[in-house]
């Protein structure tokens, strides 16, 4: 009986005390932030078809910008009102025929007929030659040639009117010199550096890898962890010791590798699709990437941890990376030249500096130390979105 009824004693172990766990938003555990690295690239494979749009997307957009934004004024139409008909206004037309920017069309007739083919896009440029062009030359004097411009796309515009004042110039100084006039007492030669046919492409096509590298990677970034939210597993957060950190970081890496190989692709595709090469060094390029494509994730990130759906992910990413990255960054005017809370933006946005970097290796080909004040400039970026990211994201549900 005493053993039966030791026997019916309840047992005891000694257990020992667990460690205790911190969830706060701060703590990282690599262990349990490389779990979730695994899961989000086990996530990736199980989706091939995300991972394959994100690369091959990217290829797509740099094919049609780098061919698309041309800003390259070459073979446009023009036609001559010649109102003087002498050899010498002849030879000033030739000039203009002889350029590769121009092609010439039949000649005006009248005013109307200037209206009639500018607003049907026939001409982009009427050229009038004044009665007395010839003998105005002869005598020294200066004659005014009126130019109409097609004024609908202003760049374009702009950039005639500099290659029509340009041609204007060297055509007057020669004339002037056959009819024994005086030349002008300063000559003024102008060269252009890095890119010397002023061609778009190799400006253009430096400028694609950073608008594309932000879009797409902060793009599938926000998704990876809105979806968490709409499935459900998000509570794998709440209930367990993982802190927000860590679960950030964890599903931020995958997409920075992700980022890094579609950088590759990029750069591979502008150098021989493009015929734009790489004049600095790549190592500098690399790591500026690097740098760029951490903060392109973390621009993800934040906007995950603020938004609830994957179609407000998709707006909301897309809304806060594309039109800074456009019209903020220097992509199509430069930084300084922008007021206000533009100038704001433009200065402290990641894409303002990256695209400074992926400018000056391409085409200056300007060293890291040269570029240190963009690089500084991105690893401050880094620590603040991560920690915007970390405050945004709830560690349970309200």
């Known amino acids: 009986k005493i053993d039966e009824a030791e026997s019916e004693k309840p047992t005891t172990t000694s257990l020992k005390p667990h460690p205790p766990t911190r969830s706060g938003g701060l703590t990282v555990s690599l262990r349990r932030l490389f779990s979730y690295t695994h899961r989000e690239t086990l996530e990736l494979r199980r989706d091939p078809i995300r ?5 091959l997307g990217s290829l797509i957009l740099m094919f049609i910008m780098g061919y698309g934004i041309n800003m390259d004024v070459e073979h446009l139409t023009y036609a001559v009102l010649d109102r003087d008909q002498t050899t010498t206004s002849q030879a000033y037309t030739l000039n203009l025929t002889g350029s590769r920017y121009f092609t010439e069309k039949p000649p005006l007739t009248d005013y109307s007929d200037v209206q009639q083919r500018l607003r049907s896009g026939d001409i982009s440029l009427a050229v009038e030659i004044p009665p007395g062009f010839g003998r105005d030359l002869k005598r020294g004097n200066v004659p005014k040639v009126a130019y109409w411009v097609d004024g609908s796309m202003p760049v374009r515009a702009d950039t005639i009117k500099g290659y029509v004042e340009g041609i204007h110039a060297d055509t007057l100084a020669r004339l002037s010199e056959g009819a024994g006039a005086f030349s002008p007492p300063v000559e003024i030669a ?8 002023v061609r778009s492409l190799p400006a253009m096509a430096p400028a694609m890898i950073p608008l594309l590298l932000m879009l797409i990677p902060a793009m599938l970034t926000a998704l990876g962890v809105v979806r968490e939210k709409e499935l459900g597993s998000i509570i794998n957060l ?9 679960f950030l970081l964890g599903k931020q890496l995958p997409y920075i590798m992700l980022a890094m190989i579609n ?7 502008a150098v021989l699709a493009f015929g734009v090469p790489v004049k600095g060094s790549l190592l500098t390029l690399s790591l500026g990437a690097l740098l760029y494509v951490i903060c392109s994730t973390g621009m993800g990130l934040l906007m995950s941890s603020v938004l609830h759906s994957q179609i407000a992910a998709i707006f909301g990413t897309a809304i806060a990376t594309l039109v800074p990255a456009i019209q903020f960054s220097g992509l199509l005017s430069p930084v300084s030249a922008l007021q206000g809370g533009a100038a704001v933006i433009g200065h402290i946005y990641p894409t303002s500096h990256f695209l400074i970097i992926s400018r000056g290796v391409f085409s200056k080909a300007l060293s890291l130390g040269d570029l ?27």
């Open 51 to 55: 991972a394959t749009l994100a690369l």
């Open 190 to 197: 102008i060269r252009y550096r890095y890119n010397p046919d």
């Open 238 to 246: 709440y209930v367990t010791p993982v802190s927000r950190l860590e």
């Open 263 to 269: 950088f590759v692709t990029l750069v591979a595709f």
């Open 372 to 398: 240190t004040p963009y690089f500084l400039a991105l690893l401050i970026t880094i620590p603040v979105l991560t920690l915007l990211s970390v405050l945004g994201l709830r560690k349970q549900e309200r």
